[in-house]
C-alpha cells in the first residue's frame, strides 16, 4: 500500500481549486522550504507552491529552460527557479499604472530586478546571471516576447478589467510559448455563485461557467489543458471562511465583495506544430 508521501510523488498537479490537504503534502513542504516560509492554511502561498509543483512535475524546472512571469511583484518564483539555473523574465505592469490603479503596497508592483530577491532565496550573482526585468501591460504582450518553454502567473489576470479579458489574456499568453510550451496561471474564483459575479473593474472574479468557456475556447484551437477538479476540500480549513476584515489566519476561503472565493490553478500546454507544419518547413 502506498504511503501518504508515495501518492504526492505520483499525483500530478491538475487544473483544481485551492485545497487544505496539499497544505500537508510532502511537495507542498518541499517548496515551502525553497521560499524559506512555514507551511500555512494561506491561498497566496498555495499558488505560488502550486505553480511551482506544476512546472516542476512537466520538467520545466531545469537548467537552461527559459520562462516568463507575469506581474512578478516580489514573487519568489524568479528567484527559486534562477537556484536550478533556469533564465527567466520578470515582467510587471509600468510602475506609475499600478500606483494609479491603487497598488500601493511595494510588494504589489515590481519596480526592477531588485524587487525579486528580498527575501534573500538566491545570491545576487545567481539573480543577475539568470534573471532580467521588463515592465510590460498584460493586456497588450509585445510581440517580441516569444520562444519561452513556460510561463506563469499568480492571481493576476483578474486585474486587467474584465472576465473578457481575463479570458483573451490566456489566449495571448500562449503566444510567448514554444509549441508544447506549459503555462501555470491562478485566478479568483467564485464558490457562491455560478451565475452573480463581478465581472468588470479592478478585480473580477471568475465562475466555473467563464472557467469552463476559456477551457473550451483553447481546446477548440488545439491546446491542451488539464482535467478540473471543482471539489472545494473536506478537512475542517476548507470550509472556514475569512471575512472582512480578513485576519489572514485559515485564508484558503475568503468573502470578496458579497461572493465567497478561493483560488483556482489551470495548467495549460500550447498545442505543438502538425506534421504538415514540419513537412512544409523542411530545412
Not at 458579497?258 to 483556482?264: A, L, Q
Request: net charge neutral.
Amino acid at each position: 500500500m502506498r504511503s501518504p508521501a508515495e501518492k504526492d510523488q505520483e499525483e500530478k498537479r491538475k487544473s483544481e481549486l485551492c485545497k487544505a490537504r496539499d497544505v500537508q503534502a510532502a511537495w507542498y513542504k518541499r517548496w515551502c522550504a525553497e521560499m524559506k516560509e512555514e507551511c500555512r492554511y494561506h491561498r497566496k502561498q498555495w499558488e505560488f507552491v502550486y505553480v511551482m509543483q506544476a512546472l516542476w512535475e512537466r520538467g520545466c524546472i531545469a537548467p537552461g529552460k527559459k520562462g516568463l512571469v507575469f506581474a512578478a511583484g516580489s514573487e519568489p518564483g524568479p528567484s527559486v527557479f534562477a537556484n536550478y539555473g533556469c533564465d527567466i523574465l520578470a515582467t510587471d505592469i509600468f510602475p506609475e499604472q499600478g500606483q494609479q490603479m491603487g497598488w500601493t503596497d511595494a510588494n504589489q508592483l515590481c519596480f526592477g530586478i531588485e524587487s525579486l530577491n528580498k527575501r534573500g532565496l538566491c545570491d545576487e550573482a545567481t539573480l543577475k546571471k539568470h534573471v532580467s526585468y521588463r515592465a510590460v501591460d498584460m493586456n497588450n504582450i509585445p510581440r517580441d516576447i516569444r520562444n519561452y518553454d513556460f510561463n506563469w502567473s499568480s492571481c493576476s489576470f483578474e486585474h486587467l478589467g474584465s472576465i473578457e479579458k481575463g479570458m483573451t489574456f490566456l489566449q495571448n499568453q500562449l503566444e510567448t510559448l514554444k509549441p508544447g510550451g506549459w503555462a501555470v496561471h491562478t485566478t479568483e474564483y467564485n464558490i457562491s455563485s455560478d451565475s452573480e459575479t463581478t465581472a468588470e473593474g479592478d478585480t473580477v472574479i471568475f465562475r466555473q461557467r467563464d472557467i469552463e468557456q476559456i477551457i473550451r475556447q483553447l481546446q477548440k484551437k488545439g491546446h491542451y489543458v488539464e482535467k478540473t477538479d471543482y471539489s472545494l476540500g473536506g478537512l475542517p480549513e476548507d470550509f472556514m471562511v475569512d471575512f472582512v476584515p480578513h485576519q489572514q489566519k485559515i485564508h484558503l476561503k475568503l468573502q470578496l465583495d458579497e461572493f465567497v472565493v478561493t483560488s483556482i490553478g489551470l495548467i495549460i500546454r500550447k498545442k505543438k506544430k502538425s506534421n504538415l507544419y514540419h513537412y512544409f518547413n523542411k530545412p
